[in-house]
């Protein structure tokens, strides 16, 4: 636990030194503190409002009708298990039926044609079902190793504050405000400065539980360290965020040169 105390170190020292809003780091695009208005109450960094669950949940990953409600903070370890789990057993089923499949036909060629029909179909439905949901696992432990969700992925890990602003005649620009060419600046830094990224043993273990623990990664028990309301942030990373943001959302360093077309596409700006 002393790499995660750490790290909650920093975010607290984060914290004390910028001020940040009551609910952690992140704010709406418009420099407001992030607020729900279906839960009526304030939205902790990373937590986002389910549709289908109609509540909020903390650091949300994306809804799972397997698992029947929101993937987040508190069940993001026993998604990937039940990931991982399903497609090795997908792939042991192919494995066992190919090896006996070729048991009984080795003992006579003229067996394969006597060979059950069925076996066939469950060799290929286990190949088909572990490598999806085994590839699937495998894109998840990716976003785990980076600390992003789904959403953060997709989407972008949201706004921050900018570094001046205290200043009281700073005017803050929301993304309605800016330029094609400005919210890409905005998407391309949230992308290279990852502010929760600490290194893949850390990452994980915020998922999985202290490192000294890691023994019981693998088994469905556990839970994961922290309230799931605030988040350890590398301070380095936030600090060039928010000068970056302070450029655009204040107007310093304003560059009004129009990205090629289609670059107010937001597929087009993740591709780029």
Not at 74 to 82: D, G
Not at 144 to 159: I, K, P, Q
């Amino acid at each position: 636990m002393d790499a995660l105390r750490e790290l909650d170190g920093g975010r607290r020292a984060a914290e004390d030194e910028w001020g940040d809003t009551p609910t952690g780091v992140q704010v709406k695009s418009d420099g407001t503190v992030r607020y729900c208005r279906k839960c009526a109450t304030f939205k902790p960094d990373r937590a986002h409002h389910c549709s289908s669950c109609g509540y909020c949940v903390l650091k949300m990953d994306h809804h799972c009708p397997w698992l029947g409600g929101g993937c987040g903070w508190a069940n993001y370890k026993f998604f990937l298990l039940f990931l991982w789990y399903s497609g090795a057993l997908g792939l042991f089923v192919a494995a066992t039926t190919l090896l006996e499949l070729i048991a009984f036909v080795s003992e006579d060629p003229n067996n394969f044609e006597l060979a059950p029909i069925a076996w066939a179909l469950v060799f290929f439905l286990g190949v088909i079902f572990g490598l999806s949901i085994g590839l699937f696992g495998s894109y998840h432990f990716y976003l785990a190793a980076r600390n992003r969700t789904t959403l953060e992925n997709m989407e972008g890990a949201g706004s921050v504050l900018p570094s001046s602003s205290r200043d009281p005649h700073a005017h803050f620009r929301p993304n309605h405000a800016l330029s094609r060419r400005e919210r890409w600046k905005l998407e391309k830094a949230n992308s290279n400065f990852n502010i929760y990224d600490h290194g893949v043993k850390a990452n994980l273990a915020q998922i999985f539980g202290g490192w000294e623990s890691r023994w019981i990664w693998l088994l469905p028990v556990g839970w994961p360290p922290g309230d799931g309301t605030s988040f350890p942030v590398d301070r380095e990373k936030l600090t060039k965020l928010r000068q970056i943001t302070a450029e655009i959302r204040l107007g310093r360093g304003r560059d009004e040169e129009e990205a090629p077309s289609g670059w107010d596409d937001p597929r087009a700006i993740r591709r780029a």
